[in-house]
């Protein structure tokens, strides 16, 4: 069955999936959307190791696998290797996010591929690097929220560490680990070669502590925890309305002059307290009670309307089922439609990226285990008794 490409942008590139989880899946993601030709490898029915990726028709698998082809395939058997050593001389890209030892195991790092195929781009994302001291320790997101600094800085102070609502350091370690195949595809265009890329969970997460991060590398100051207030810049936080709660960001001395017109509080302008960035910092306690009491009369839509008209940063806080209901949302498309075959019509997470000339679709929801194998199989020249013998000795 011949498939239309997600998009024209990668549609150059095979990529061979062996991730799992979250960090590996949602690097493929973003190739799969952009339509790359990426086969998911998976172990066949019944095979020790499983995906780990939770139940496989429930929101986050179906959410992570879209736009890919499945193939099964045992590699801890030699006829099982080989096959995926044949699929590797015609791909542009392998990615794994196993522990580091375990593709040394399986004869499948890059450096035993790299003689099959020199053009070959192989990614790999642990969760404490590929060496070093914590190279074989199992990585999970929240431990690598807490080593890169992120729950210290995380939560209202005085309340302990808190871990951030969402599994950034696996997402962040994706999207670097596909910004770092990218760029080695593009470097391959000049030199003809290959090469490992390589991203972690720890790794990724300190990237993205960013300004927190430079804040003691430059400056030796350990930040804390700063609650709902920007840890810099102030007014910025979080203001109770009469009917619920409103994000306002009102820092900077211009912006600060029309957001105090705006809710009636002139005299703040003038007040030797808040008259400057550093002193409103200072003093944000006094100032944040003194916006509360203003805030507090209104509804939050009141606000947004006026804050908004007054050219002052500010926004609802969204339950997530008001977050898809936003008509911003809505124009911007973030719900994206697919046809599953067994769960009928269902939405997924849509790019947040767009290209005018080569947009990325929502094209295949996510594939049932092994549902192409035997596609897979034939372009690599197996015919159907070959196919049915692998299928007996459980190889695929």
């Known amino acids: 069955m011949s498939r239309l490409p997600a998009s024209e942008a990668l549609a150059r590139f095979k990529v061979l999936d062996l991730t799992r989880v979250r960090a590996g899946p949602t690097c493929v993601r973003q190739l799969a959307d952009w339509g ?38 045992d590699l801890k058997q030699p006829e099982g290797a080989e096959i995926f050593r044949r699929m590797v001389r015609t791909a542009d ?42 190279r074989e320790r199992p990585g999970f997101d929240q431990v690598a929220q807490g080593m890169g600094g992120l729950m210290w800085i995380t939560g209202l102070p005085g309340h302990g560490p808190v871990r951030a609502g969402v ?38 997460q300190i990237a993205l502590t960013d300004f927190q991060s430079a804040r ?5 100051e350990v930040p804390g925890q700063a609650g709902n207030d920007h840890p810099t810049s102030i007014p910025t936080g979080v203001f109770a309305t009469s009917d619920g709660h409103i994000n306002i960001a009102a820092s900077g001395q211009h912006i600060f002059q029309r957001f105090c017109a705006a809710i009636g509080a002139e005299q ?28 507090r009369v209104r509804s939050s ?45 269902i939405q997924v997470v849509n790019q947040p990226v767009e290209l005018s000339r080569t947009p990325s679709h929502i094209r295949y929801a996510t594939p049932e285990r092994g549902e192409h194998t035997d596609e897979v199989l034939r372009a690599l020249g197996y015919d159907d008794q070959a196919i049915a013998g692998l299928r007996a000795r459980k190889i695929v």
């Open 36 to 73: 790359a030709d990426v086969i998911k490898i998976e172990l066949p029915e019944g095979a020790q190791g499983g995906d780990m990726g939770g139940p496989r028709h429930g929101p986050d698998f179906q959410n992570l696998h879209r736009n890919k082809r499945s193939i099964t395939l």
């Open 93 to 134: 890209v392998v990615v794994e996010n196993y522990r580091p030892d375990v593709k040394f195991r399986l004869g499948i790092d890059y450096e035993r591929l790299k003689p099959l195929n020199r053009r070959l781009v192989y990614a790999s994302i642990s969760g404490f690097g590929q060496d070093g001291p914590y």
């Open 167 to 204: 599994p950034i350091a696996d997402l962040g370690a994706g999207i670097f680990c596909a910004f770092g195949i990218l760029v080695a595809l593009l470097e391959r265009e000049v030199s003809g070669e290959g090469q490992w890329v390589r991203s972690s969970l720890l790794q990724a």
């Open 216 to 220: 003691w590398l430059i400056a030796k």
């Open 268 to 295: 703040l302008v003038s007040d030797p307290q808040f008259g400057t960035d550093k002193l409103r910092s200072k003093n944000r306690v006094a100032l944040n009670a003194a916006i509360a009491e203003k805030i």
């Open 301 to 345: 839509r009141e606000w947004i309307d006026i804050l908004n008209a007054a050219g002052v940063p500010c926004g609802p806080i969204y339950k997530m089922n008001e977050v898809f209901e936003d008509p911003q949302v809505r124009h911007l498309g973030m719900a994206a439609d697919v046809h599953h075959p067994q769960l009928g019509d």
